[in-house]
């Protein structure tokens, strides 16, 4: 029998600190003091002219919130003009993305459209006006003085421009208000004047369906359509929209029952029945042959269920236990069992903008009372994504996902043969969860593959760029996605749609956990699948980083001429550690391709889609360690590696920073062995809050996965094994049998 070279685990023994490097000269700044203070002065006039001529019950406690936009070379959090907004008396409450050519650049350079953050800032409006006043006497010396060159344009927050999509013309409409909330007080206090302002226009609701995420408050609520801009003066308001309807779950194709004699659903338990799983879906059938898997749960409150839902729930069901069914070959044991929370009822389909809030509690609730290994969340609001507003649904699942101990995998929705002029085949919320794995649907399970032309496309915002994560089996018209059916006999049904995708996805998930036991964190298994995916040319926009791998063989056993490393373990805020890469002793001939997946969990600051996470981890590549530029060098020279421009993504997309950000990163480089001597990844934790500096009282727990293939050398596994006896070890399967899709 033919040797099996498990992958290697125990990479965070080879870790140590080191000393960072701080390098970077004075900055060159676009303008001087004298040059921001004379073009700013007439923004502010105007701004404040804007802010004086709302309407005073629109403007709590006499408040205004008004729009800064940073030059785009002080997008950085060390720039965040902390300084200047307190001497102000201004608070910021929130940020967005936004593409702008600035006036100047430093060292005269040429300027050019790129993409910058703009502040809101909420104050007095005696504040504002003070601003306007005081400014023509500022000099270069007045505190804070020096930030006013940070300063591209000052603006007020118009109301047509807080009013998003399409909404009726006439008639009662059902709403979503995103409202600048600061902390519970906030939110309690905002939430009263809100109401009182819309009494005031004839608007009496109880606002009692809510979220409340980062410094965002989520309120749904009923108004006439025609009061829509007033309702959109009130200043602490973000933004305005029809209440997006929850998808209805339905597939491009009617799918069809396949009749064959003598299928079986296994007999075995779950492989492995310590993990816990969770679906959030329609429901499963009463007496259904498949419960013998699947604990399902009724939250309290809910409503009768629909057949149609449960048909559905029952499909993304089948997918997580078995997978996409070959009706040739026998039906998979499952890798372990699942609590199916039926979150949908009857009056998903009578009352559906009602029913988007009751679901996302459902799941909320779920999430929080849960401990949870494994989630799946093929369903969510008809809405795909928009880069300047976080919506309620992401922001709460991600939220509950920042520890990073539980690995959700997230549908990203059938649009993608929408319109991409206004965007409508865009991934859908909430695939742009960042603490997720956003999936979308390729056509084939083998051989030759692309993206099913349903399968909605990114990217997503930046950061969390890259979605889909990957793609996997969905089905399609040709070659359908193959579930139990929902007849209690046991009969096969052929369907399609990312929805079947996800959990199939999910699925690998809970192989690689039930083969390597809990000595692997679930989020070195996020890491595992986005490091095994298969390539491909198509555009990352479509696919992401490629199609999962076929099998769970495919992650956990390596070629003699690769070797596959997990690193585990946290970091603390401001440190420096250095992950050497196991790579043979002596020179190495021929080429060497190294391929590297850093996976993180991170806080979320919705009100700051731009600086939407919280957590940045730098890597940094040093191949060689004797090779320096110069030789007073602490450190040997370092090597683009990360953060190279992904298949169809432009450069000006990521931003010049936004690589520090990206919770998930990936990359496979090629380079001359003879290059390479004890070669690291030298990482660094940065940190930030609402875009500005913070330092968290808490380690990051982190997971790297390594790879390292040298095709002229067959034996390169043995010699690594060799090399690393004292610090790494094989993982082994826990579960003595056959490793198996």
């Known amino acids: 029998?033919?040797?099996?070279?498990?992958?290697?685990?125990?990479?965070?023994?080879?870790?140590?600190?080191?000393?960072?490097?701080?390098?970077?000269?004075?900055?060159?700044?676009?303008?001087?003091?004298?040059?921001?203070?004379?073009?700013?002065?007439?923004?502010?006039?105007?701004?404040?002219?804007?802010?004086?001529?709302?309407?005073?019950?629109?403007?709590?406690?006499?408040?205004?919130?008004?729009?800064?936009?940073?030059?785009?070379?002080?997008?950085?959090?060390?720039?965040?003009?902390?300084?200047?907004?307190?001497?102000?008396?201004?608070?910021?409450?929130?940020?967005?993305?936004?593409?702008?050519?600035?006036?100047?650049?430093?060292?005269?350079?040429?300027?050019?459209?790129?993409?910058?953050?703009?502040?809101?800032?909420?104050?007095?409006?005696?504040?504002?006006?003070?601003?306007?006043?005081?400014?023509?006497?500022?000099?270069?010396?007045?505190?804070?003085?020096?930030?006013?060159?940070?300063?591209?344009?000052?603006?007020?927050?118009?109301?047509?421009?807080?009013?998003?999509?399409?909404?009726?013309?006439?008639?009662?409409?059902?709403?979503?208000?995103?409202?600048?909330?600061?902390?519970?007080?906030?939110?309690?206090?905002?939430?009263?004047?809100?109401?009182?302002?819309?009494?005031?226009?004839?608007?009496?609701?109880?606002?009692?369906?809510?979220?409340?995420?980062?410094?965002?408050?989520?309120?749904?609520?009923?108004?006439?359509?025609?009061?829509?801009?007033?309702?959109?003066?009130?200043?602490?308001?973000?933004?305005?929209?029809?209440?997006?309807?929850?998808?209805?779950?339905?597939?491009?194709?009617?799918?069809?029952?396949?009749?064959?004699?003598?299928?079986?659903?296994?007999?075995?338990?779950?492989?492995?029945?310590?993990?816990?799983a969770a679906i959030f879906d329609g429901g499963i059938p009463e007496k259904h042959p498949i419960r013998r898997w699947v604990n399902a749960i009724d939250p309290p409150g809910i409503g009768k269920p629909i057949g149609f839902f449960q048909k559905h729930g029952l499909g993304v069901t089948s997918a997580f236990l078995f997978g996409h069914i070959d009706p040739t070959k026998p039906i998979p044991r499952p890798y372990a069992t699942v609590d199916h929370y039926r979150v949908l009822d009857v009056g998903t389909l009578t009352e559906n903008r009602y029913e988007l809030y009751d679901v996302l509690g459902r799941i909320d609730k779920a999430l929080v009372d849960g401990e949870y290994d494994l989630a799946n969340f093929s369903l969510g609001p008809e809405l795909p994504i928009e880069d300047d507003e976080v919506h309620a649904w992401t922001a709460v699942i991600d939220d509950r996902l920042s520890r990073g101990s539980v690995l959700a995998t997230v549908a990203v929705g059938n649009n993608g043969d929408g319109s991409a002029e206004d965007g409508s085949n865009r991934i859908q919320v909430p695939a742009d969860c960042v603490n997720a794995i956003a999936v979308g649907a390729c056509d084939a399970p083998d051989a030759v593959w692309k993206r099913c032309g349903y399968s909605s496309i990114g990217p997503g915002r930046s950061p969390g760029l890259v979605k889909p994560d990957f793609v996997e089996f969905g089905g399609c018209l040709q070659r359908p996605f193959i579930v139990v059916g929902d007849n209690n006999a046991v009969e096969l049904e052929a369907t399609e749609g990312t929805s079947f995708a996800s959990p199939s996805s999910l699925r690998l998930a809970a192989g690689i956990r039930a083969h390597l036991g809990p000595g692997i964190s679930m989020l070195a298994v996020r890491a595992l699948l986005v490091h095994s995916t298969e390539t491909s040319e198509l555009a990352c926009a479509e696919v992401g980083r490629g199609r999962v791998a076929r099998s769970v063989q495919d992650i956990?056993?390596?070629?003699?001429?690769?070797?596959?490393?997990?690193?585990?373990?946290?970091?603390?805020?401001?440190?420096?550690?250095?992950a050497p890469i196991p790579v043979p002793s002596g020179s190495i001939p021929g080429k060497v391709?190294?391929?590297?997946?850093?996976?993180?969990?991170?806080?979320?600051?919705?009100?700051?889609?731009?600086?939407?996470?919280?957590?940045?981890?730098?890597?940094?590549?040093?191949?060689?360690?004797?090779?320096?530029?110069?030789?007073?060098?602490?450190?040997?020279?370092?090597?683009?590696?990360?953060?190279?421009?992904?298949?169809?993504?432009?450069?000006?997309?990521?931003?010049?920073?936004?690589?520090?950000?990206?919770?998930?990163?990936?990359?496979?480089?090629?380079?001359?062995?003879?290059?390479?001597?004890?070669?690291?990844?030298?990482?660094?934790?940065?940190?930030?809050?609402?875009?500005?500096?913070?330092?968290?009282?808490?380690?990051?727990?982190?997971?790297?996965?390594?790879?390292?293939?040298?095709?002229?050398?067959?034996?390169?596994?043995?010699?690594?094994?060799?090399?690393y006896a004292l610090q790494l070890e094989t993982l082994r399967p826990v579960i003595d049998i056959p490793v198996a899709v």
Not at 570 to 577: G, K
Not at 679 to 695: S, W
């Open 1 to 276: 029998m033919k040797r099996q070279n498990f992958l290697l685990g125990k990479g965070e023994r080879l870790i140590e600190d080191v000393v960072g490097v701080r390098g970077g000269g004075p900055k060159d700044h676009p303008y001087t003091f004298a040059a921001a203070r004379q073009r700013l002065t007439p923004m502010l006039s105007r701004t404040v002219r804007g802010i004086d001529a709302l309407p005073a019950e629109a403007c709590p406690d006499d408040r205004a919130v008004a729009t800064i936009t940073l030059n785009p070379e002080y997008i950085a959090k060390s720039y965040f003009p902390d300084k200047l907004l307190d001497r102000l008396g201004l608070d910021t409450v929130g940020s967005r993305p936004r593409r702008i050519t600035p006036e100047k650049r430093s060292r005269g350079r040429e300027p050019e459209e790129t993409i910058t953050t703009e502040l809101f800032v909420m104050g007095t409006r005696a504040a504002f006006r003070a601003w306007q006043s005081s400014m023509p006497q500022w000099n270069e010396g007045a505190p804070a003085a020096d930030e006013l060159a940070t300063i591209e344009q000052v603006g007020m927050v118009r109301t047509r421009e807080k009013l998003k999509g399409t909404l009726p013309e006439a008639g009662i409409a059902i709403l979503e208000a995103v409202l600048h909330a600061d902390g519970p007080l906030g939110l309690k206090r905002v939430l009263a004047q809100f109401k009182d302002y819309l009494k005031q226009i004839d608007i009496d609701q109880p606002l009692t369906r809510r979220f409340f995420a980062g410094g965002l408050c989520f309120v749904e609520l009923e108004a006439p359509a025609a009061l829509a801009e007033r309702i959109a003066m009130f200043t602490p308001l973000r933004a305005l929209r029809q209440m997006p309807a929850l998808r209805m779950l339905r597939p491009a194709f009617r799918s069809s029952r396949i009749p064959i004699d003598g299928v079986q659903l296994p007999k075995e338990v779950a492989l492995d029945t310590t993990i816990r």
């Open 556 to 578: 956990l056993l390596c070629d003699d001429d690769t070797v596959r490393v997990i690193y585990q373990g946290s970091i603390a805020p401001t440190r420096y550690i250095r």
């Open 593 to 723: 391709r190294i391929t590297a997946t850093l996976c993180y969990p991170t806080g979320v600051d919705p009100h700051h889609p731009g600086n939407y996470t919280r957590a940045g981890l730098e890597p940094t590549f040093r191949p060689h360690d004797e090779k320096r530029k110069d030789p007073k060098q602490v450190h040997a020279d370092s090597k683009s590696f990360f953060g190279k421009t992904q298949n169809g993504l432009m450069e000006d997309e990521l931003r010049r920073d936004a690589w520090k950000w990206e919770n998930c990163l990936h990359t496979s480089v090629s380079f001359l062995g003879q290059t390479l001597q004890n070669p690291v990844l030298d990482i660094h934790y940065n940190a930030r809050m609402g875009g500005r500096n913070f330092t968290p009282d808490i380690e990051l727990p982190y997971a790297l996965v390594v790879s390292v293939q040298a095709k002229k050398i067959r034996d390169l596994y043995e010699r690594i094994v060799r090399r």
